[in-house]
């Protein structure tokens, strides 16, 4: 699975990072969250659908390769 951003949509609220800190980061200047690991391994999945899942802005994705 390919993790995707859409990152104009993301509004900084930090849900990502904190549900999925090893797939999720946030730019310092304006806290938009970017894709640290596209590819994430298999055990980190779970984190990344719930970040899914919470994001207010729904702006990311997961897709199949």
Do not use: H, W, Y
Request: glycine fraction near 4%; aromatic fraction near 4%; charge should be negative.
């Amino acid at each position: 699975m390919r993790v995707e951003l859409d990152e104009p949509k993301c509004v900084a609220s930090g849900q990502c990072v904190l549900v999925a800190p090893k797939v999720f980061d946030q730019r310092d200047e304006d806290g938009i969250a970017f894709v640290i690991d596209e590819n994430p391994a298999e055990e980190t999945l779970d984190d990344v659908r719930e970040a899914v899942a919470i994001c207010p802005a729904a702006a990311i994705r997961l897709a199949a390769q």
